[in-house]
């Protein structure tokens, strides 16, 4: 999309969504003022509706006033035998009427009514003769008396000549005394009935109703106001006049006023849109078009780098940025290259160049007739010196070992004709890249004799001599792989052999050694993922009393099936776990579940059974390991005296590992020296150390059997037995070997002659076996 079209795609968007909101907002204003004006005119017409009421109503009270008080009306019930009492009171009424009629009022009327109703007098403002009263009114007086109303108002709305409402009140006298009667004394009655034309009243209760679109009801209560048009005007005591509009009558405004915001709103949204398209296509868009088409002149070479505007405005800046950015760049590029393709510490290359370099020959037809390899050198032991010297120490060995092969390499190069890359992997590990065209000579071999030259004893460079050495592994084209990944990684693969191996040499790969490395990293991976509970489960060996000739103990051996890899033996996995930093969650849990089984082992064999579990060498050094053990002893309740930890012979002590050895020894564990002979322990180290038992290794025995030296396990086990150390001898095939051993004094014995590992069940089988064997 250009940046035209882009432009109007942010554009348009923006102005209608402004615009819009704007007009929305507007409009939600207009209609609250339109819905308020429309409030405020509904309560002006109300108001005017009981004004008009209330001058009607004023009519008749003075009319109804002005009559009680007159002559006539006195006249007109005192003195019943005045035939012209009817004319007197006419005229009186007339009179009165002339006087007190508002000018608008185009009708009324006045009556007297019997207490049975019985029209006794008629009189209204007309000119005809033979008016009579409303059948209405007559209606309404009976209603009223026959509720027990004294007075009374009524609003009729009726379709007559002259009005098309009456206003029509009635009271009732008693004929004595012209005063409003007791209710229970009605006999002597007669009622008033005044009427009024309510055509103002009709005419704007009627405009109302039509323009609010709703219908106006008199009520002796108010109506709640469940709309905003919602009203009552009080128009006498217990009377009001109610209306509740739904607001149906502003439809059409508020469409009005729709209609012409939205005519506003488009006209603003076209011709803001346009004008901000010309000033932006003039202003903007022009000058970066023609900065674009420089750019495009610069990657198609034509021109070196863009022109240089002099102009002060934005674009002239920016073309002036981008002149002296793109000779940065230009002066940068092969700094960056160089600085992306080398090692920042050695100056070597990196692995990407390394990588590059090996693609480029591998695409190439020169490896018909030139041998190619790969030469992996990881640093053995080069973490102890960063630990230990610290790292500038470290990255000082790393610039050293840099020199120093580079200049083997080129003296290789030079001598054999070949062409070498040395490369800084990572870390530690460097690589070599040899192209040879001598293929009868394993060039390979010579380079990584000469770098095993320089640790031959030790690494010595400036800073002294340090204890490290390198282990190399070797891969070749095209029989150990096709690809920058294959070779680099099945060299690693043989680099990882010559560690195995002993370190400070070289191996080649091979299927063999890669089925080695696959099953070591299966395992290793395995170990990382697997739930122990599910694969992992204890056996028992049996350790057997020399005195007695009965079971005193079992050494806890961990065994483990894996659902994808079988059977593996601990002397496979172990070091694997130990390598990688796993062993303490095996530790543990081979701990845990030992002390979970603990009560019910020793339920089934004897309470007085020991039980052996063996602690990783490098294990020793945590801290945190004799809490833990501590914590589940208190957890499951088991005695420290019959629990007893073995050590290998190999570890070695420092102050860490004592400190942990003791803080068992205090709480009451029992310490043995596992394996035994197999090490290089001195006799200071087994004296030293708080360990209760010394285990002789089995192929330390059968080396004495061997070679006929049995005599020299005597002095080795009475120092034990100085040192209240028992011996355990391990490894124990035959009768031959128990009879050789308790003439030297031995304690313990176990081996295969007196039972294998097992599991709980088995063991209790054996157990039974063995009792009764020994008891015969």
Known sequence: MNLNKRVITLIIPVIIAIYGIGTYLIYKGQVQDLVHSEQQQLERNMSEL????????????????????????????EDRSDQYREVALAESLEDALDQLKPTDAQFASFALLS?????????????????????????????????????ATQYIETKANTYNALLVKYKLLDTRTLTIPLKHHLKNTIAIVVSIDANIFYRQKTYIEQY??????????????????????????????SISANGDFLVDKKNQLLFSLASTFLAMTLG?????????????????TRLDRELEKIDSTENSNITYLSTNDEIGRLSRKFHHLYKEISDNYLITKKVSEEDQLTKLPNRYKFNQRINHLLSSHRLDSHELAIIYIDLDNFKYINDKFGHSTGDAMLCAFSDQLSLLITEHDRTHGSSSLFSRLSGDEFAIVLLNDQIHHDHAQIISMHVLSLFKDGFTFE???????????????????????DLTSHADAAMYQSKQNGKNQYSYYSKELDKKVQRHRSIEKELRNTHFSNEFFLVFMPIISAKSHSLVGVEVLLRWISPELGFIGPDEFIPIAEQNGLYDKVDRWVIEQTFIQYAE????????????????????????????????????????????????????????????????????????????????????????????????????????????????????????????????????????????????????????????????????????????????
């Not at 803001?272 to 970066?288: A, D, G, K, Y």
């Not at 209240?724 to 308790?742: K, Y």
């Open 50 to 77: 009981a004004i008009v009421y209330a001058n009607r109503i004023r009519f008749i009270d003075s009319y109804l006033y002005a009559l009680s008080q007159s002559n006539s009306i006195h006249n007109y019930f």
């Open 463 to 485: 800073q002294g001599t340090f204890p490290v050495s390198s282990s190399i592994g070797i891969a070749k084209y095209p029989q150990d792989g096709h690809s920058v990944d």
């Open 601 to 776: 082992l020793t339920a089934l064999i004897g309470s007085n059974i020991q039980v052996s579990l063996n602690l990783s060498s490098a294990q020793l050094g945590s801290n945190e390991l004799s809490d833990f053990i501590i914590e589940l002893t208190d957890k499951y309740k088991i005695p420290p005296e019959k629990i007893e930890f073995e050590i290998t012979e190999t570890f070695e002590g420092n102050h860490t590992q004592d400190a942990l050895l003791t803080t068992l020894n205090q709480h009451g564990f029992q310490l043995a020296l596992d394996d035994f002979g197999s090490g290089f322990t001195s006799i200071t180290q087994l004296v030293q150390h708080p360990v209760h038992k010394i285990k002789f290794d089995r192929w330390f025995l059968k080396t004495l059997v061997d070679s006929n030296k049995q005599q020299v396990i005597k002095p080795l086990i009475e120092l034990c037995h100085a040192q209240d150390m028992a011996v355990t001898a391990e490894g124990i095939e035959d009768e031959s070997m128990v009879a050789w051993l308790n003439e030297y004094g031995c304690d313990y014995y176990q081996g295969y002659h007196f039972g294998k590992p097992m599991n709980q069940s088995e063991l209790v089988n054996w157990h039974k076996e063995f009792q009764s064997e020994y008891e015969k």
């Open 212 to 241: 609010f679109n709703a219908k106006i009801t008199l009520s002796t209560n108010p109506i709640e106001k469940r709309t905003p048009f919602s009203m009552s005007s009080k128009l006498a005591p217990q009377l009001y006049a």
């Open 272 to 288: 803001s849109t346009i004008l901000l398209i010309v000033l932006i296509q003039r202003f903007l868009i022009s000058p970066i």
């Open 115 to 151: 207490s049975k109703l019985e029209v006794q007098l008629y009189y209204e403002n007309s000119l005809d003769p033979f008016a009579e009263i409303s059948l209405n009114q007559t209606d309404f007086v009976r209603s009223q008396i026959q509720s027990g109303h004294i007075q």
